[in-house]
């Protein structure tokens, strides 16, 4: 077995079998969260598609992978909001991967703006990006995740989904509406007698990029994510293998029985 770096303790170990034969296809995976997802699932057996606009970076996160696990991971251009590079992307990563059986619908986008600040066109932008890409993906995704069962889809929500902020509107609103597409989306495949389940996750702040706007706001740098971390129980920013481990499970068959469940990787702070 080659070996794998653990992605907290750094220490080198056997490559894992948690999703052993899986075959993973994962939006957003030039960096952040995408790219830690991509990281973690190879380690533990996966073959995995990192699909982004950002082509360049796909490409080295792909390319960082098959180093450590020779030819796990594939890198693909995808507009989330093109329905024809779903349709392009899903059909050469099934083909390449032969088959789909997890999808993660983790692409997305932040966005500050009040109900009197916000304009129509970012509005539609979150929307388009952060929701209706879930929608246009996992339709399409569909006939090769029951080729493909048990299979899972991993949609990544947001605490901002569930905790509102009168400067968050449009985020507010898109993460709420994953939460909820997801239940519907769960609901529908397990009475139709599909073993494909559908879960998701939701992160408080965690280091990637998406959350630099938000930092700089409090200062920028490690003063930035001091004022962050204060509204967190746990008093830290979360880190992007904090999200990884949860999405692992969810792809594993160790969740086989997980469905239309939310998954709150958030230090406590929605239980305040």
């Known amino acids: ?15 894992g079998t948690r999703v052993q034969g899986k075959k993973v296809f994962i939006t957003g995976g030039a960096q ?9 699932l190879a380690d533990e057996g996966a073959q995995v598609a990192l699909t982004d606009v950002n ?8 390319a960082a992978i098959n180093e450590k696990h020779p030819g796990a ?12 590079d779903w349709s392009r992307a899903l059909e050469e990563a099934a083909r390449r991967m032969d088959g789909i059986s997890v999808l993660i619908n983790n692409a997305g ?6 109900i009197e600040t916000e304009t129509w066109e970012n509005w539609r932008r979150v929307q388009d990006i ?12 569909m006939p090769y995740l029951k080729d493909s069962q048990p299979a899972s889809i991993i949609n990544i929500s947001s605490v901002a989904g ?40 939701h992160p408080v702040f965690t280091r990637t990029p998406i959350i630099d706007p938000i930092v700089a706001l409090g200062g920028g740098g490690e003063e930035g994510e001091k004022r962050l971390s204060r509204q967190i129980p746990m008093r830290r920013l979360g880190d992007p293998e904090d999200v ?12 086989r029985f997980v469905t239309a469940s939310e998954f709150k990787i958030d230090g406590g702070i929605t239980a305040q």
């Open 162 to 201: 569930m905790i509102a902020d009168g400067m968050m509107l449009s985020y507010n609103t898109a993460k709420a509406a994953v939460w909820m597409m997801t239940k519907s989306i769960a609901l529908h495949c397990a009475r139709s007698g599909y073993d494909v389940r559908c879960n998701s996750v």
């Open 1 to 15: 077995m080659a070996g794998a770096q653990d992605a907290r303790t750094g220490k080198t170990r056997l490559r």
């Open 32 to 40: 952040g969260l995408g790219a830690c997802f991509g990281r973690m």
């Open 55 to 62: 082509l360049d970076g796909a490409e080295a996160t792909a």
């Open 73 to 84: 991971a594939i890198a693909l251009k995808h507009d989330v909001v093109s329905k024809d």
């Open 109 to 114: 986008v932040g966005s500050f703006g009040t």
């Open 244 to 255: 990884g481990y949860c999405v692992v499970y969810l792809a594993s068959d160790e969740s």
């Open 130 to 141: 952060d929701v209706d890409s879930i929608f246009i993906g996992t339709q399409l995704a």
